[in-house]
């Protein structure tokens, strides 16, 4: 079988016939976080997500809120997925409750090379602490 494949901006991936064109033959950063073969300062966690600090803050609270599930990207995410997608938001609600954040905070889901996302794997950003500008970037 032939098959035609494209190099993505992940050196880990290629885009191809399966996962919504998206193909991801080894894990991704966020897998070995969950699986814990790379450590990370871990927040929250239930079944269906787990919550860390950013490495690289941009803001004085960056949490990302990660599925367990994997999903590329929110563009490839399914009507099967609703309740999990509606999960991470109701965990980040919670998370900047809990990091103090009554002044207010930011959710960002990036998608794509232009949105800026550089992980092959839905993610929502947690941002708080200091007021956020408009536009971001």
């Known amino acids: 079988m032939r098959r035609h494949w494209k ?6 991936c290629a885009y ?15 897998e070995k976080i969950i699986s814990r073969d790379i450590p990370s300062d871990i927040v929250y966690e239930d079944d269906t997500c787990i919550a ?11 949490i990302l809120i990660i599925p367990k599930k994997l999903i590329p990207r929110i563009a490839f995410a399914q ?5 999990i997608l509606g999960h991470l938001l ?5 998370t900047a ?21 550089t992980v092959p794997h839905l993610h929502v950003h ?3 602490g200091r007021k956020l500008t408009w536009p971001p970037g």
């Open 16 to 30: 191809g016939p399966r996962n919504n064109n998206l193909l991801l033959p080894m894990s991704t950063l966020f």
């Open 97 to 117: 409750k809990t990091e103090g954040l009554e002044d207010g905070f930011r959710v960002v889901i990036n998608n794509g090379v232009h949105g800026g996302e």
């Open 126 to 128: 947690l941002l708080g």
């Open 90 to 94: 109701l965990v980040a609600q919670r």
């Open 52 to 62: 860390i600090r950013d490495i690289a803050p941009q803001a004085p609270v960056h």
């Open 7 to 12: 190099t993505s901006i992940f050196p880990h």
């Open 79 to 83: 009507e099967e997925d609703q309740s």
